[in-house]
């Protein structure tokens, strides 16, 4: 495509001229007797290079400079001084122009600036349509990893669920008992300021800690009345088997850890490990008091429901005996001041991806 060029001076045989030139090189010019029509043109048609005289009536070249500039980078200007002063120059270079040529203007300098000023308008309108192109890849890009991710997360959240309903599907007794000890394991976690990533992460263990019952017969695990020392012994089994299970799901290392401890006690009382406190993670000593304070609070087949206080009472006696002591502390205050009570809905899980 030819380049388009502008000549603006009030001279009016300067401007015949230069244009002549111009247009024999083959160029397109037109030209403009002063800034204000000059302005009506590049505002209507896509000039590549202004070449403009500095001192012309009602608006000066430097002033059109300005003008230009407030809309255009891009626009190459080209500034023809009268005579060869080094202040006129720095400062049209000051205020945007590209090069300067001074007056009297040969055919030589001026096809030579002109051509030169072309090449870098060309070269800049490349990189500009480059960098809007990368950008609006780069958005695309964004936009779709989002979605992916946000579907990948969909579909976490729905395995989660459905892991969650197994479960309770063999245990029946312990109904929603999972979602409640997520749900509680979050909030403990949220008033141990601990981050919101850890806060998901410890209510989607929670959602799943037992998920190990799966392999222990159906009969034990709905079996009314106390159970024997044998069937207990398996029941204790699938703190294990849900450790086994996640292991191998490849899911973060963390929350097959977390399901591993749920039985463990502060001094190593607890099954299967028989691990102390200091060998826990965080996520198993939330999870270990909102399973217990859950399982209380909830009705079962051989006792009813024991109530609030006497679940609070049980983890606050065995602060630092059985459960960690700041947990407990966590745990009852988030009841006693902050009126947590109970909850039973599905939460948005997140497990990272
Ligand atoms: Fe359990």
Redesign the pocket.
Known sequence: MMARILVVDDEKSIRLTLCEFLKNDGFIADSAPDAVVACGMIAEKDYDVVITDIIMPRISGMDLLSTIRKTSKTLQIIIMTGEPSVDTAIQSVQNGANDYITKPISKEVLLKATRNAVNIKRLSDEKTALEEKNKFYQKQLEELVALRTQSLQKAMQGIIYLLTSVVETRDPYTAGHQLRVGNLSAAIAKKLQLNQETVELVRTIGYI??IG?ISIPAEILSKPGKLTSLEMEMIKI??LKGYEMISKANLPDIVGQAIYQ??ERHNGSGYPLGIKDKDMITESRILIVA?VVEAMMSHRPYRPALGLETALAEIESNADILFSGQVVAACTSLFRNDGYVIDNDEKIVHIPL
Do not use: F, I, Q, V
Request: net charge negative; aromatic share 0%.
């Open positions: 800690h037992d019952k699938h703190a749920h039985h399973d």
